[in-house]
């Protein structure tokens, strides 16, 4: 007898595929010898290859000679001494919140989940009597929009980056916050923007602060790249120790995928920093037992290998010196990458004006090639970055560098 199914395709249809996991599955199977992978966002070193920064490599020495390791679970909210030292790590650690006692951390799904969490916990909690909406950077972390939809937050958008200047559309950012609904969620980049690469200026920071405070809106901190953006961990912690000494009521995801290169061990934290109210550790700890019920229901606690890594180096003065150096090995070379880039494409003369791309920081360029240019690379220089032409700037070296700006200058003569 023939067998039907309840999950049609009008019930279930077809869902495209991730888009970045589409292209760099494309780029595995290109056999071309000269092939340039700019579109995943991981380091890797000046021959292409992953690197295990060498601290992550004494940690892991550590604890395989440790007599007391074992496979037990975690609690509910992580391994303390990890979720201790990831605090003092964004905060700080003489943060007024953290002397007051007013933040609960959990460990989470690296910076993903830590973002789950948060809009789960926000959609549940957070007052919303006019359906407020959450506001995301134009354009932002693709992955956001899918995340805040899953837990059905209405999504808009403030202007971010300027095409004509690709610099950060700093009045147009604030007015649509001035604009929006009073009590929104206002989703910000702590560090080196991504997909742009355009960050504020802490002047620029101060502004947004001022205008989130009179809209009575509500923070929401993405920082993925905390050290591995300049290559100073207090630089890049700066707009959201602003936001806390400033007394706002806020929260941070926070990825140790690109600081550490753990990107498969999945080590990330989520922060709820109260506000200083008379009663902020009532509220605190309100909040840190709803946040560890829905922890409890999704994944009953988070995996430890990673967390593990992570804390031996956060906690050991002589490993966390010898991170701060991997740091800088990393953001410098990512660094020399664009000024290299930025020369060559100079030098060849390309129509257009590329200061933007020394002008931009971290793991990523927003370019401003379009999709047209985007697809001549691939296709005739297999050159692979995304359709809105973000590269990764890892994925340059001094081995393919002027392959690539060539590249570049071909296609945009070619479609000038």
Not at 115 to 127: A, N, W
Request: net charge neutral; glycine share 8%; charged share 20%.
């Amino acid at each position: 007898m023939a067998q039907t199914t309840s999950f049609t395709a009008d019930k279930v249809p077809q869902a495209p595929e991730d888009p970045l996991f589409g292209l760099m599955a494309a780029y595995r199977k290109d056999t071309f010898e000269k092939k340039v992978d700019l579109g995943i966002g991981a380091y890797r070193d000046d021959n292409a290859k992953p690197w295990v920064l060498p601290v992550v490599k004494k940690a892991e020495e550590r604890l395989r000679s440790d007599p007391n390791l074992n496979h037990e679970y975690l609690p509910i909210a992580g391994l303390a001494d990890f979720t201790s030292a990831a605090q003092k790590l964004i905060l700080g650690a003489d943060s007024p919140a953290i002397k007051e006692k007013r933040v609960c951390t959990l460990q989470t799904i690296s910076g993903t989940g830590a973002v789950h969490l948060g809009s789960l916990f926000l959609s549940k909690f957070y007052p919303r009597p006019q359906s407020q909406p959450v506001y995301f950077s134009s354009p932002t972390w693709a992955n956001h929009n899918q995340i805040f939809s899953n837990v059905s937050l209405p999504i808009k958008t403030y202007p971010y980056f300027s095409a004509s200047t690709k610099g950060l559309d700093f009045q147009g950012m604030l007015s649509t916050l001035r604009s929006a609904p009073r009590g929104s969620i206002i989703l910000l980049h702590a560090c080196a923007h991504n997909p742009t690469g355009v960050d504020p200026t802490q002047e620029q920071w101060k502004e947004i602060a001022t205008v989130v405070r009179e809209g009575g809106h509500f923070p929401f901190f993405d920082c993925a790249y905390q050290g591995f953006a300049s290559g100073d961990l207090e630089r890049d912690a700066w707009a959201v120790r602003y936001f806390v000494e400033e007394g706002f009521e806020l929260c941070v995801a926070q990825s140790f995928a690109k600081n550490f290169g753990l990107y498969g061990e999945r080590a990330g934290a989520f922060h709820f920093v109260a506000s200083p109210s008379g009663d902020a550790s009532g509220t605190i700890g309100r909040i840190a037992s709803q946040l560890a019920i829905l922890q409890r229901s999704e994944i009953s606690n988070p995996p430890a290998y990673g967390a593990r890594i992570a804390s031996l180096v956060l906690n050991d003065r002589e490993l966390f010196s010898e991170w701060e150096g991997n740091l800088r090995t990393m953001s410098g070379r990512i660094i020399k990458m664009r000024e290299e880039l930025q020369g060559k494409l100079e030098e060849l003369g390309t129509p257009g004006k590329w200061t933007h791309i020394t002008e931009q920081i971290g793991m990523f360029s927003f370019t401003g090639l379009n999709e047209e240019q985007v697809g001549k690379l691939r296709s005739e220089a297999h050159v692979y970055m995304t359709k809105n032409g973000r590269i990764s700037m890892a994925g340059l070296n001094g081995g393919n560098v002027e392959y690539v700006a060539k590249a570049i200058d071909r296609a945009v003569r070619e479609t000038s």
